[in-house]
């Protein structure tokens, strides 16, 4: 089952704007992650912001949790047709057998358009 | 340095047959986990696997079965393959497992199709 869901499901823009992606989850996390998909292909990890973090970024990607409203946003600044892909969410919960699993949710469909 | 690898990349099967996945991790990774991307939906876990014991087991029922080998690499089975077992499988790998948790890695991916 997915995790939660992210808003919107999907996005165009200009090249050159600011992007932003929500996401909402339900349970306890270890940590959240987004990753970016290239046309059903595999997924590229971008950025990992753990439970206890509020804010992190890594060059033009800007990511927030609130662990009380149990969400997160990712903003990609200055985007670039290129930028353009499906993007998750993820959150990483305890499994069960001790592991880690990844519980994605449903992506927000990015278009950069030049 | 190589990253995740999966084979094949494609696969066509039929109704009723079984299919194995293969997949490398990251160099010095151990542990692996399997993820089932049906179409327009996000990626959803099988299992995971470090250092060849299961660490957790997704809500698929015992006709995916998988196993990690000394090397760390992996296979997936599936058993009595279903229209519905139509999918992008991804593999990821990561450092640990447990605890607060680390990236994960995936590999391009096998599609499978069933007819």
């Known amino acids: 089952s997915q995790q939660g869901e992210e808003d919107p499901q999907a996005l165009s823009i200009q090249e050159g704007e600011n992007a932003t992606m929500n996401c909402s989850y339900k349970t306890s996390i270890n940590n959240l992650q987004w990753y970016r998909q290239n046309s059903g292909r595999g997924l590229v990890h971008l950025i990992l912001i753990r439970s206890n973090e509020r804010e992190k970024h890594s060059g033009r990607l800007r990511v927030t949790l609130d662990t009380s409203k149990k969400s997160s946003s990712l903003l990609i600044t200055a985007s670039r047709a290129a930028d353009t892909a499906s993007y998750f969410c993820a959150t990483d919960e305890s499994g069960s057998g001790g592991g880690n699993k990844l519980t994605f949710g449903t992506g927000t469909q990015l278009k950069v358009e030049l | 340095d190589a990253g995740v690898t999966q084979s094949p990349t494609h696969l066509i099967k039929t109704r009723g047959q079984h299919v194995t996945l293969r997949c490398s991790p990251i160099s010095g990774h151990k542990s692996v986990s399997w993820y089932q991307q049906v179409l327009g939906q996000g990626p959803q876990f099988i299992f995971q696997?470090?250092?060849?014991?299961?660490?957790g087991r997704g809500n698929f029922p015992d006709r995916f079965s998988a196993r990690q080998f000394p090397n760390y690499s992996s296979e997936l089975n599936v058993n009595a393959l279903l229209l519905g077992d139509s999918a992008l499988y991804l593999c990821a790998s990561s450092t640990t497992s447990g605890g607060p948790g680390r990236a994960q890695y995936f590999g391009p991916g096998t599609r499978l199709t069933v007819t």
């Open positions: 696997y470090y250092e060849k014991e299961e660490r």
